[in-house]
Protein backbone atom coordinates (compact mmCIF):
# COMPACT_ATOMS: atom_id res chain seq x y z
CA UNK A 1 0.00 0.00 0.00
CA UNK A 2 1.48 3.61 -0.78
CA UNK A 3 1.93 5.64 2.11
CA UNK A 4 2.32 9.65 2.74
CA UNK A 5 5.75 9.87 4.22
CA UNK A 6 5.92 13.12 2.46
CA UNK A 7 3.12 14.42 4.87
CA UNK A 8 3.88 16.75 7.58
CA UNK A 9 1.96 18.53 9.77
CA UNK A 10 1.86 22.09 9.36
CA UNK A 11 1.89 25.64 11.49
CA UNK A 12 1.77 24.74 15.51
CA UNK A 13 0.48 21.86 17.24
CA UNK A 14 -3.70 22.81 18.42
CA UNK A 15 -3.92 25.70 16.14
CA UNK A 16 -7.41 27.38 16.68
CA UNK A 17 -9.28 29.48 14.37
CA UNK A 18 -8.66 32.98 16.56
CA UNK A 19 -5.79 35.27 16.41
CA UNK A 20 -3.82 33.54 18.48
CA UNK A 21 -2.80 30.17 19.35
CA UNK A 22 -4.65 28.33 22.01
CA UNK A 23 -2.84 26.10 24.30
CA UNK A 24 -2.66 22.81 22.80
CA UNK A 25 -3.86 19.54 24.82
CA UNK A 26 -1.22 17.17 25.57
CA UNK A 27 -1.81 14.37 23.49
CA UNK A 28 -2.22 16.44 20.43
CA UNK A 29 1.19 17.84 20.90
CA UNK A 30 2.44 14.70 21.14
CA UNK A 31 0.93 13.88 18.10
CA UNK A 32 2.28 16.28 16.16
CA UNK A 33 5.74 15.99 17.70
CA UNK A 34 5.88 12.12 16.90
CA UNK A 35 4.73 13.18 12.91
CA UNK A 36 7.56 15.28 12.43
CA UNK A 37 9.76 12.47 13.64
CA UNK A 38 8.18 10.55 11.14
CA UNK A 39 6.79 7.96 13.64
CA UNK A 40 2.98 7.83 12.62
CA UNK A 41 1.95 4.84 14.05
CA UNK A 42 2.66 6.54 17.62
CA UNK A 43 1.15 9.24 16.82
CA UNK A 44 -2.01 7.41 15.86
CA UNK A 45 -1.85 5.96 19.58
CA UNK A 46 -1.67 9.11 21.08
CA UNK A 47 -4.39 10.56 19.03
CA UNK A 48 -6.97 7.25 19.89
CA UNK A 49 -8.22 8.76 22.78
CA UNK A 50 -8.64 12.22 22.03
CA UNK A 51 -12.49 13.02 22.15
CA UNK A 52 -14.26 14.79 19.18
CA UNK A 53 -11.69 14.25 16.57
CA UNK A 54 -12.47 17.41 14.86
CA UNK A 55 -10.92 20.36 13.97
CA UNK A 56 -6.75 20.05 13.68
CA UNK A 57 -6.98 16.44 15.86
CA UNK A 58 -8.69 15.30 13.26
CA UNK A 59 -6.26 16.88 10.79
CA UNK A 60 -3.43 15.18 12.96
CA UNK A 61 -4.93 12.03 12.69
CA UNK A 62 -5.55 11.79 8.77
CA UNK A 63 -1.67 12.82 8.68
CA UNK A 64 -1.12 9.85 10.20
CA UNK A 65 -3.10 7.27 9.21
CA UNK A 66 -2.39 8.48 5.23
CA UNK A 67 1.83 8.10 6.35
CA UNK A 68 0.57 4.64 7.52
CA UNK A 69 -1.22 3.61 4.40
CA UNK A 70 -4.65 3.61 5.25
CA UNK A 71 -5.97 6.09 2.65
CA UNK A 72 -9.66 5.81 2.62
CA UNK A 73 -9.62 6.90 6.41
CA UNK A 74 -7.56 9.06 5.84
CA UNK A 75 -9.63 11.33 3.48
CA UNK A 76 -12.35 10.63 5.86
CA UNK A 77 -10.10 12.81 8.26
CA UNK A 78 -9.15 15.85 6.66
CA UNK A 79 -12.50 16.33 5.20
CA UNK A 80 -13.68 16.94 8.62
CA UNK A 81 -15.28 20.00 9.62
CA UNK A 82 -13.77 22.86 12.23
CA UNK A 83 -10.31 23.05 10.34
CA UNK A 84 -8.68 26.04 11.71
CA UNK A 85 -8.56 29.00 8.70
CA UNK A 86 -4.62 28.93 9.27
CA UNK A 87 -4.45 25.51 8.32
CA UNK A 88 -7.15 25.15 5.65
CA UNK A 89 -4.95 25.99 2.71
CA UNK A 90 -2.17 23.06 4.11
CA UNK A 91 -5.09 20.97 4.73
CA UNK A 92 -6.37 21.03 0.87
CA UNK A 93 -2.89 20.54 -0.45
CA UNK A 94 -2.78 17.57 1.59
CA UNK A 95 -5.76 16.14 0.39
CA UNK A 96 -5.55 16.88 -3.03
CA UNK A 97 -1.96 14.48 -2.26
CA UNK A 98 -3.65 11.96 -0.79
CA UNK A 99 -6.48 11.78 -3.56
CA UNK A 100 -4.10 11.56 -6.39
CA UNK A 101 -2.53 8.55 -4.31
CA UNK A 102 -5.85 6.80 -3.73
CA UNK A 103 -6.74 7.02 -7.64
CA UNK A 104 -3.22 5.67 -8.63
CA UNK A 105 -3.59 3.14 -5.67
CA UNK A 106 -7.48 1.94 -6.93
CA UNK A 107 -5.74 1.49 -10.70
CA UNK A 108 -2.72 0.06 -9.86
CA UNK A 109 -5.64 -3.02 -8.20
CA UNK A 110 -7.97 -2.49 -11.05
CA UNK A 111 -10.73 -0.69 -8.89
CA UNK A 112 -11.60 1.29 -11.45
CA UNK A 113 -15.53 2.01 -9.97
CA UNK A 114 -13.46 3.22 -6.83
CA UNK A 115 -10.42 4.84 -8.68
CA UNK A 116 -13.73 7.05 -10.17
CA UNK A 117 -14.94 8.09 -7.21
CA UNK A 118 -11.58 9.21 -5.35
CA UNK A 119 -10.97 11.08 -8.54
CA UNK A 120 -14.61 12.71 -8.38
CA UNK A 121 -13.76 13.81 -4.96
CA UNK A 122 -10.14 15.27 -6.06
CA UNK A 123 -11.70 17.17 -8.95
CA UNK A 124 -14.11 18.71 -6.33
CA UNK A 125 -10.92 20.21 -4.78
CA UNK A 126 -9.06 21.53 -8.19
CA UNK A 127 -11.16 21.10 -10.77
CA UNK A 128 -7.92 22.42 -13.12
CA UNK A 129 -5.37 20.02 -11.99
CA UNK A 130 -3.27 18.84 -15.32
CA UNK A 131 -2.56 15.59 -13.28
CA UNK A 132 -5.97 14.67 -12.35
CA UNK A 133 -7.39 15.40 -16.19
CA UNK A 134 -4.83 13.09 -17.27
CA UNK A 135 -5.95 10.17 -14.80
CA UNK A 136 -9.34 11.33 -15.80
CA UNK A 137 -8.59 10.35 -19.18
CA UNK A 138 -6.75 7.26 -18.61
CA UNK A 139 -9.91 6.39 -16.67
CA UNK A 140 -12.44 7.35 -18.92
CA UNK A 141 -10.87 4.74 -21.57
CA UNK A 142 -12.26 1.71 -19.35
CA UNK A 143 -14.77 3.14 -17.14
CA UNK A 144 -17.35 1.83 -19.83
CA UNK A 145 -16.11 -1.95 -19.11
CA UNK A 146 -16.69 -1.13 -15.54
CA UNK A 147 -20.08 0.78 -15.79
CA UNK A 148 -21.41 -2.77 -17.94
CA UNK A 149 -19.70 -5.37 -15.85
CA UNK A 150 -21.50 -3.58 -12.82
CA UNK A 151 -24.68 -4.26 -14.81
CA UNK A 152 -24.62 0.25 -15.27
CA UNK A 153 -24.82 0.27 -18.90
CA UNK A 154 -26.73 3.39 -19.23
CA UNK A 155 -23.44 5.40 -17.71
CA UNK A 156 -20.78 2.99 -20.20
CA UNK A 157 -23.10 4.80 -23.03
CA UNK A 158 -23.20 7.89 -22.08
CA UNK A 159 -18.95 7.52 -20.82
CA UNK A 160 -18.66 6.42 -24.95
CA UNK A 161 -21.21 9.01 -26.92
CA UNK A 162 -19.33 11.83 -24.65
CA UNK A 163 -16.09 10.36 -25.90
CA UNK A 164 -17.34 10.04 -29.36
CA UNK A 165 -18.24 13.24 -29.50
CA UNK A 166 -14.96 14.88 -28.59
CA UNK A 167 -13.30 12.75 -31.39
CA UNK A 168 -15.98 11.30 -33.78
CA UNK A 169 -12.44 10.24 -35.59
CA UNK A 170 -11.25 7.50 -33.06
CA UNK A 171 -13.32 4.23 -33.76
CA UNK A 172 -12.70 2.97 -30.29
CA UNK A 173 -15.98 4.58 -29.21
CA UNK A 174 -17.82 3.95 -32.13
CA UNK A 175 -17.06 0.08 -32.03
CA UNK A 176 -18.20 -0.12 -28.44
CA UNK A 177 -21.26 1.78 -28.93
CA UNK A 178 -22.02 -0.36 -32.04
CA UNK A 179 -22.10 -3.69 -29.95
CA UNK A 180 -23.17 -2.24 -26.58
CA UNK A 181 -26.61 -1.03 -28.63
CA UNK A 182 -26.72 -4.29 -30.23
CA UNK A 183 -26.79 -6.41 -27.50
CA UNK A 184 -29.22 -4.11 -25.76
CA UNK A 185 -31.38 -3.77 -28.14
CA UNK A 186 -31.85 -7.32 -28.61
CA UNK A 187 -32.14 -8.16 -24.68
CA UNK A 188 -34.74 -5.55 -24.63
CA UNK A 189 -36.64 -6.74 -28.08
CA UNK A 190 -36.54 -10.04 -27.16
CA UNK A 191 -38.35 -8.89 -23.19
CA UNK A 192 -40.88 -6.98 -25.18
CA UNK A 193 -39.30 -3.53 -23.89
CA UNK A 194 -40.31 -0.60 -25.72
CA UNK A 195 -37.22 0.74 -25.42
CA UNK A 196 -35.98 -1.51 -27.39
CA UNK A 197 -36.47 1.05 -30.60
CA UNK A 198 -33.91 3.77 -29.34
CA UNK A 199 -31.44 1.19 -28.60
CA UNK A 200 -31.34 0.09 -32.10
CA UNK A 201 -31.43 3.49 -33.61
CA UNK A 202 -27.86 3.59 -31.39
CA UNK A 203 -27.02 0.72 -33.24
CA UNK A 204 -27.87 1.77 -36.55
CA UNK A 205 -25.85 4.83 -36.47
CA UNK A 206 -22.93 3.37 -35.21
CA UNK A 207 -22.93 -0.23 -36.95
CA UNK A 208 -23.36 2.17 -40.22
CA UNK A 209 -20.41 4.31 -38.81
CA UNK A 210 -18.04 1.12 -37.99
CA UNK A 211 -18.39 0.07 -41.72
CA UNK A 212 -17.33 3.34 -42.93
CA UNK A 213 -15.04 4.31 -40.49
CA UNK A 214 -11.83 4.16 -42.38
CA UNK A 215 -9.66 4.13 -38.99
CA UNK A 216 -11.60 1.18 -37.58
CA UNK A 217 -10.50 -0.89 -40.49
CA UNK A 218 -7.37 0.68 -40.86
CA UNK A 219 -6.76 -0.82 -37.48
CA UNK A 220 -8.19 -4.31 -38.31
CA UNK A 221 -6.10 -4.67 -41.32
CA UNK A 222 -2.79 -3.54 -39.29
CA UNK A 223 -3.43 -5.50 -36.57
CA UNK A 224 -3.94 -8.67 -38.76
CA UNK A 225 -1.02 -8.16 -41.05
CA UNK A 226 0.92 -8.41 -37.90
CA UNK A 227 -0.44 -11.88 -37.37
CA UNK A 228 -1.87 -13.70 -40.44
CA UNK A 229 -0.20 -11.48 -43.45
CA UNK A 230 -2.04 -8.69 -45.43
CA UNK A 231 -5.84 -8.85 -46.05
CA UNK A 232 -6.34 -8.85 -49.59
CA UNK A 233 -8.83 -5.96 -50.80
CA UNK A 234 -11.64 -8.23 -52.06
CA UNK A 235 -12.16 -10.00 -48.45
CA UNK A 236 -11.89 -6.69 -46.79
CA UNK A 237 -14.32 -5.32 -49.30
CA UNK A 238 -16.45 -8.76 -48.13
CA UNK A 239 -16.23 -8.28 -44.77
CA UNK A 240 -17.50 -4.79 -44.65
CA UNK A 241 -20.28 -5.86 -46.91
CA UNK A 242 -20.77 -9.01 -44.36
CA UNK A 243 -21.30 -6.43 -41.15
CA UNK A 244 -22.98 -3.54 -42.97
CA UNK A 245 -25.86 -6.33 -43.78
CA UNK A 246 -25.56 -8.47 -40.35
CA UNK A 247 -27.72 -6.20 -38.47
CA UNK A 248 -30.21 -6.13 -41.14
CA UNK A 249 -30.45 -9.59 -40.67
CA UNK A 250 -31.24 -9.26 -37.37
CA UNK A 251 -33.95 -7.10 -37.65
CA UNK A 252 -35.64 -8.94 -40.26
CA UNK A 253 -35.11 -12.59 -37.71
CA UNK A 254 -37.36 -10.50 -35.30
CA UNK A 255 -39.52 -8.96 -37.99
CA UNK A 256 -40.15 -12.52 -39.85
CA UNK A 257 -40.82 -13.91 -36.13
CA UNK A 258 -43.60 -11.48 -35.54
CA UNK A 259 -45.31 -12.02 -38.40
CA UNK A 260 -45.50 -15.74 -38.03
CA UNK A 261 -46.99 -14.66 -34.68
CA UNK A 262 -49.61 -12.76 -35.77
CA UNK A 263 -48.29 -9.84 -34.28
CA UNK A 264 -48.37 -7.09 -37.39
CA UNK A 265 -48.05 -4.15 -35.59
CA UNK A 266 -44.31 -5.42 -34.18
CA UNK A 267 -43.74 -6.58 -37.42
CA UNK A 268 -44.25 -2.88 -38.82
CA UNK A 269 -42.46 -1.44 -36.67
CA UNK A 270 -39.09 -3.77 -37.33
CA UNK A 271 -39.91 -3.05 -40.81
CA UNK A 272 -40.07 0.92 -40.18
CA UNK A 273 -36.20 0.31 -37.78
CA UNK A 274 -35.03 -1.59 -41.27
CA UNK A 275 -36.11 1.51 -43.28
CA UNK A 276 -33.76 3.54 -41.21
CA UNK A 277 -31.01 1.53 -41.38
CA UNK A 278 -31.32 1.76 -45.19
CA UNK A 279 -31.76 5.30 -45.39
CA UNK A 280 -28.57 5.58 -42.89
CA UNK A 281 -26.56 3.45 -45.04
CA UNK A 282 -27.91 5.26 -48.18
CA UNK A 283 -26.93 8.42 -46.86
CA UNK A 284 -23.37 7.32 -45.73
CA UNK A 285 -22.45 6.21 -48.98
CA UNK A 286 -23.55 9.66 -49.97
CA UNK A 287 -21.83 11.47 -47.91
CA UNK A 288 -18.68 9.16 -48.87
CA UNK A 289 -18.76 9.56 -52.22
CA UNK A 290 -18.73 13.54 -52.36
CA UNK A 291 -15.71 13.67 -49.63
CA UNK A 292 -13.88 11.37 -52.07
CA UNK A 293 -14.68 13.37 -55.08
CA UNK A 294 -13.86 16.70 -52.94
CA UNK A 295 -10.81 15.03 -51.95
CA UNK A 296 -9.83 14.04 -55.46
CA UNK A 297 -9.81 17.76 -56.39
CA UNK A 298 -8.31 18.73 -53.87
CA UNK A 299 -10.78 20.92 -52.07
CA UNK A 300 -10.28 22.06 -48.33
CA UNK A 301 -13.16 21.54 -46.27
CA UNK A 302 -14.32 20.10 -42.70
CA UNK A 303 -14.20 16.50 -42.89
CA UNK A 304 -17.68 15.09 -41.61
CA UNK A 305 -17.85 12.04 -38.95
CA UNK A 306 -17.53 8.84 -40.47
CA UNK A 307 -21.65 7.30 -41.24
CA UNK A 308 -24.87 9.02 -42.30
CA UNK A 309 -27.29 11.64 -41.07
CA UNK A 310 -28.72 9.86 -38.66
CA UNK A 311 -25.26 10.17 -36.70
CA UNK A 312 -24.68 13.50 -38.74
CA UNK A 313 -27.81 14.71 -36.59
CA UNK A 314 -26.78 12.76 -33.51
CA UNK A 315 -23.18 14.57 -32.90
CA UNK A 316 -25.23 17.94 -33.68
CA UNK A 317 -23.44 18.44 -37.14
CA UNK A 318 -26.23 18.59 -39.15
CA UNK A 319 -25.42 22.66 -40.47
CA UNK A 320 -21.77 20.97 -41.45
CA UNK A 321 -23.44 18.78 -43.73
CA UNK A 322 -25.44 21.62 -45.01
CA UNK A 323 -22.14 23.98 -45.38
CA UNK A 324 -20.69 20.69 -47.21
CA UNK A 325 -23.82 20.98 -49.62
CA UNK A 326 -23.37 24.17 -50.49
CA UNK A 327 -19.60 23.92 -51.48
CA UNK A 328 -20.30 20.64 -53.74
CA UNK A 329 -22.82 22.78 -55.88
CA UNK A 330 -19.78 24.87 -57.14
CA UNK A 331 -17.19 22.07 -57.63
CA UNK A 332 -17.24 19.19 -60.16
CA UNK A 333 -18.88 16.87 -57.83
CA UNK A 334 -20.83 14.07 -59.29
CA UNK A 335 -24.10 15.28 -59.93
CA UNK A 336 -26.00 11.93 -58.59
CA UNK A 337 -24.16 12.20 -55.45
CA UNK A 338 -24.81 15.96 -54.81
CA UNK A 339 -28.57 15.11 -54.97
CA UNK A 340 -28.32 12.59 -52.94
CA UNK A 341 -27.03 14.44 -50.35
CA UNK A 342 -29.65 17.42 -51.22
CA UNK A 343 -32.39 14.15 -50.78
CA UNK A 344 -30.49 13.85 -46.85
CA UNK A 345 -31.66 16.90 -46.02
CA UNK A 346 -34.74 17.72 -47.00
CA UNK A 347 -37.06 15.73 -44.62
CA UNK A 348 -37.86 13.35 -46.57
CA UNK A 349 -35.66 10.74 -46.44
CA UNK A 350 -36.94 7.98 -45.49
CA UNK A 351 -39.49 8.45 -48.49
CA UNK A 352 -36.53 8.98 -50.68
CA UNK A 353 -34.54 5.69 -49.48
CA UNK A 354 -38.33 3.75 -50.56
CA UNK A 355 -37.87 5.59 -53.90
CA UNK A 356 -34.28 4.23 -54.28
CA UNK A 357 -35.68 0.73 -53.42
CA UNK A 358 -38.33 0.62 -55.82
CA UNK A 359 -40.77 0.77 -53.27
CA UNK A 360 -42.87 3.82 -54.52
CA UNK A 361 -46.73 2.65 -53.13
CA UNK A 362 -44.86 2.90 -50.00
CA UNK A 363 -43.29 5.81 -50.69
CA UNK A 364 -46.76 7.85 -51.63
CA UNK A 365 -48.84 6.15 -48.44
CA UNK A 366 -45.63 7.97 -46.08
CA UNK A 367 -45.82 11.09 -48.32
CA UNK A 368 -50.04 11.15 -48.08
CA UNK A 369 -49.61 11.00 -44.71
CA UNK A 370 -46.98 12.91 -43.63
CA UNK A 371 -47.70 15.98 -45.88
CA UNK A 372 -50.54 18.19 -45.05
CA UNK A 373 -51.35 21.71 -46.12
CA UNK A 374 -49.38 23.43 -49.20
CA UNK A 375 -47.30 20.81 -50.19
CA UNK A 376 -43.21 21.51 -50.12
CA UNK A 377 -41.30 21.38 -53.17
CA UNK A 378 -39.26 18.46 -52.24
CA UNK A 379 -41.83 16.61 -51.36
CA UNK A 380 -44.12 17.41 -54.51
CA UNK A 381 -41.10 16.48 -56.70
CA UNK A 382 -40.99 12.89 -54.55
CA UNK A 383 -44.56 12.37 -54.96
CA UNK A 384 -44.21 12.93 -58.72
CA UNK A 385 -40.85 10.56 -59.04
CA UNK A 386 -43.13 7.98 -56.90
CA UNK A 387 -46.05 8.26 -58.91
CA UNK A 388 -43.71 7.94 -62.41
CA UNK A 389 -42.50 4.63 -60.81
CA UNK A 390 -45.82 3.36 -59.57
CA UNK A 391 -46.77 3.69 -62.61
CA UNK A 392 -44.05 2.14 -64.55
CA UNK A 393 -44.71 -1.27 -62.10
CA UNK A 394 -48.09 -1.54 -62.85
CA UNK A 395 -47.76 -1.15 -66.77
CA UNK A 396 -45.42 -3.86 -66.29
CA UNK A 397 -47.93 -6.24 -64.58
CA UNK A 398 -50.17 -5.12 -67.68
CA UNK A 399 -52.44 -3.01 -65.39
CA UNK A 400 -52.14 -0.22 -67.54
CA UNK A 401 -55.50 1.74 -66.75
CA UNK A 402 -54.57 1.81 -63.47
CA UNK A 403 -50.68 2.72 -64.13
CA UNK A 404 -52.60 6.19 -67.31
CA UNK A 405 -54.49 6.74 -64.03
CA UNK A 406 -51.63 7.42 -61.56
CA UNK A 407 -49.69 9.08 -64.83
CA UNK A 408 -52.49 11.62 -64.82
CA UNK A 409 -52.29 12.17 -61.29
CA UNK A 410 -48.34 13.30 -61.46
CA UNK A 411 -48.75 15.00 -64.79
CA UNK A 412 -50.79 17.40 -63.00
CA UNK A 413 -48.17 17.57 -59.68
CA UNK A 414 -45.84 18.05 -62.39
CA UNK A 415 -47.34 21.07 -64.18
CA UNK A 416 -47.03 23.10 -60.21
CA UNK A 417 -43.31 22.77 -60.74
CA UNK A 418 -40.52 20.43 -62.27
CA UNK A 419 -41.12 16.92 -63.12
CA UNK A 420 -42.51 17.24 -66.36
CA UNK A 421 -39.89 15.39 -68.37
CA UNK A 422 -39.58 13.11 -66.24
CA UNK A 423 -43.94 12.01 -66.83
CA UNK A 424 -43.51 12.53 -70.34
CA UNK A 425 -40.26 10.04 -70.74
CA UNK A 426 -42.51 7.37 -68.92
CA UNK A 427 -45.58 8.09 -70.53
CA UNK A 428 -43.63 7.41 -74.01
CA UNK A 429 -42.11 4.24 -72.88
CA UNK A 430 -45.86 2.79 -71.08
CA UNK A 431 -47.92 3.89 -74.56
CA UNK A 432 -45.10 2.88 -77.04
CA UNK A 433 -45.06 -0.60 -75.43
CA UNK A 434 -48.71 -1.31 -74.69
CA UNK A 435 -48.94 0.29 -78.59
CA UNK A 436 -46.75 -2.57 -79.73
CA UNK A 437 -48.43 -5.44 -78.02
CA UNK A 438 -52.07 -4.26 -79.23
CA UNK A 439 -50.98 -3.89 -82.85
CA UNK A 440 -48.75 -7.03 -82.37
CA UNK A 441 -52.24 -8.60 -82.01
CA UNK A 442 -53.56 -7.05 -84.53
CA UNK A 443 -55.43 -4.51 -82.47
CA UNK A 444 -54.46 -1.47 -84.59
CA UNK A 445 -57.90 0.50 -83.89
CA UNK A 446 -57.00 0.12 -80.11
CA UNK A 447 -53.42 0.80 -80.51
CA UNK A 448 -54.40 4.06 -81.78
CA UNK A 449 -56.67 5.25 -79.30
CA UNK A 450 -54.30 4.30 -76.84
CA UNK A 451 -52.16 6.66 -78.09
CA UNK A 452 -53.64 9.35 -78.15
CA UNK A 453 -55.39 8.82 -74.31
CA UNK A 454 -52.00 8.92 -73.53
CA UNK A 455 -51.53 12.46 -75.71
CA UNK A 456 -54.39 13.80 -73.78
CA UNK A 457 -52.08 13.66 -70.82
CA UNK A 458 -49.96 16.45 -72.65
CA UNK A 459 -47.73 17.18 -75.65
CA UNK A 460 -45.42 14.40 -76.22
CA UNK A 461 -43.40 14.67 -80.00
CA UNK A 462 -42.47 11.18 -79.93
CA UNK A 463 -45.75 9.68 -78.98
CA UNK A 464 -47.26 12.02 -81.89
CA UNK A 465 -44.32 10.56 -84.34
CA UNK A 466 -45.68 6.94 -83.18
CA UNK A 467 -49.20 7.72 -83.50
CA UNK A 468 -48.01 8.96 -86.98
CA UNK A 469 -46.81 5.32 -87.74
CA UNK A 470 -49.50 3.13 -86.16
CA UNK A 471 -52.41 5.32 -88.55
CA UNK A 472 -50.15 4.49 -91.38
CA UNK A 473 -49.54 0.48 -91.09
CA UNK A 474 -53.43 0.96 -90.26
CA UNK A 475 -53.89 2.26 -93.30
CA UNK A 476 -51.79 -0.30 -95.57
CA UNK A 477 -53.42 -2.95 -93.53
CA UNK A 478 -57.04 -1.84 -94.81
CA UNK A 479 -55.87 -1.46 -97.99
CA UNK A 480 -54.10 -4.77 -98.03
CA UNK A 481 -56.90 -6.70 -96.86
CA UNK A 482 -59.47 -4.88 -99.38
CA UNK A 483 -57.24 -6.20 -102.74
CA UNK A 484 -59.07 -5.95 -105.78
CA UNK A 485 -61.91 -3.85 -103.71
CA UNK A 486 -59.86 -1.26 -103.03
CA UNK A 487 -61.12 1.67 -105.80
CA UNK A 488 -61.37 5.26 -105.47
CA UNK A 489 -64.86 5.99 -103.49
CA UNK A 490 -65.69 2.43 -102.08
CA UNK A 491 -65.48 2.41 -98.15
CA UNK A 492 -62.22 0.77 -97.60
CA UNK A 493 -60.58 3.88 -99.89
CA UNK A 494 -62.38 6.56 -97.77
CA UNK A 495 -61.30 4.75 -94.48
CA UNK A 496 -57.71 5.06 -95.53
CA UNK A 497 -58.16 8.54 -96.68
CA UNK A 498 -59.32 9.36 -93.38
CA UNK A 499 -56.60 7.41 -91.72
CA UNK A 500 -53.88 8.90 -93.35
CA UNK A 501 -55.06 12.52 -93.02
CA UNK A 502 -54.86 11.35 -89.33
CA UNK A 503 -51.46 10.16 -89.59
CA UNK A 504 -50.07 13.29 -91.23
CA UNK A 505 -51.73 15.37 -88.72
CA UNK A 506 -50.05 14.15 -86.35
CA UNK A 507 -47.01 14.34 -87.49
CA UNK A 508 -46.55 15.92 -91.18
CA UNK A 509 -43.20 14.83 -91.67
CA UNK A 510 -44.15 11.29 -92.02
CA UNK A 511 -42.41 11.04 -94.99
CA UNK A 512 -44.56 7.15 -95.53
CA UNK A 513 -48.10 8.18 -94.32
CA UNK A 514 -47.12 11.39 -97.34
CA UNK A 515 -46.14 9.04 -100.16
CA UNK A 516 -49.43 7.06 -99.57
CA UNK A 517 -51.77 9.89 -99.25
CA UNK A 518 -49.91 11.71 -102.74
CA UNK A 519 -51.21 7.72 -104.01
CA UNK A 520 -54.50 7.96 -103.11
CA UNK A 521 -54.71 11.71 -104.59
CA UNK A 522 -52.92 10.24 -107.73
CA UNK A 523 -55.63 7.33 -107.99
CA UNK A 524 -58.40 10.12 -108.03
CA UNK A 525 -56.69 12.14 -110.60
CA UNK A 526 -56.73 8.90 -112.88
CA UNK A 527 -60.48 8.42 -112.41
CA UNK A 528 -61.16 11.81 -113.05
CA UNK A 529 -59.27 12.21 -116.13
CA UNK A 530 -60.71 8.96 -117.40
CA UNK A 531 -63.76 10.05 -116.59
CA UNK A 532 -63.60 13.43 -119.24
CA UNK A 533 -62.05 15.89 -116.30
CA UNK A 534 -58.57 16.88 -117.02
CA UNK A 535 -59.15 19.74 -115.02
CA UNK A 536 -60.08 18.55 -111.69
CA UNK A 537 -57.41 15.90 -112.81
CA UNK A 538 -54.56 18.56 -112.47
CA UNK A 539 -56.09 19.96 -109.00
CA UNK A 540 -55.86 16.29 -107.81
CA UNK A 541 -51.79 16.35 -109.64
CA UNK A 542 -50.62 19.33 -107.64
CA UNK A 543 -52.54 18.40 -104.45
CA UNK A 544 -50.32 15.17 -104.37
CA UNK A 545 -46.97 17.31 -105.40
CA UNK A 546 -47.59 19.28 -102.37
CA UNK A 547 -47.83 16.48 -99.96
CA UNK A 548 -44.98 14.38 -101.50
CA UNK A 549 -42.79 16.82 -103.89
CA UNK A 550 -39.96 14.36 -103.99
CA UNK A 551 -42.50 11.20 -105.06
CA UNK A 552 -41.09 9.75 -108.39
CA UNK A 553 -44.55 8.94 -109.13
CA UNK A 554 -45.73 11.90 -108.20
CA UNK A 555 -42.95 13.79 -110.62
CA UNK A 556 -44.37 11.45 -113.43
CA UNK A 557 -47.77 12.12 -113.22
CA UNK A 558 -46.80 16.14 -112.94
CA UNK A 559 -44.87 15.96 -116.34
CA UNK A 560 -47.23 14.46 -117.69
CA UNK A 561 -49.66 17.03 -116.71
CA UNK A 562 -47.25 19.68 -118.13
CA UNK A 563 -46.65 21.19 -114.51
CA UNK A 564 -43.86 21.62 -112.89
Not at 308 to 321: I, K
Request: charged share 25%; proline share 5%.
Amino acid sequence: MATMSALQPQGGAGQSSGRAPRRPPGQELAAFCLLKLGRPQEALARLEGEPGQQGYAAYLRGLALANLGRLDEAVGCLRQPGLPAALAQASRQDLLTLLRLQVRARLAAQDYLGASEALGQALEVAPQDQELLRLQAELGQRMPVVFLHSGRRPQAQQTWEAAQRQDPANPEPTHCLALCYYWQARQLEEAGDQAAGQAWRGAIRNWVALVHHQGFWQGLVQGRAGIYGELPEAELTALRERLRDDLGRELARFQNQYQDQGRRDQASRLSGLALELSAEIRSAEALQHVVRSLARQGVQFRQPPPGGFMMVEHLGLSQDLQGLLNLVQTTQTNLESTEDLNWCLTGYLLPWTLLREGRHLEALQMLESTVSGPMPEPARRLMVMAQVGQAERLAKANEVEQALETLEKAAKLAAEGSGGEMVRGTLEKIAIREANRLQGQGQFDQACQFLERCLKLGHNKRLKEYLSEALNRKANKVAGDAKDRFKVGTTEFKEVERLLDRALEADPNNNAAAENKACMLLMQAAEVAQAGNPNRAIEYIKRAHSVAPNSPQVKQFMAAAGLR
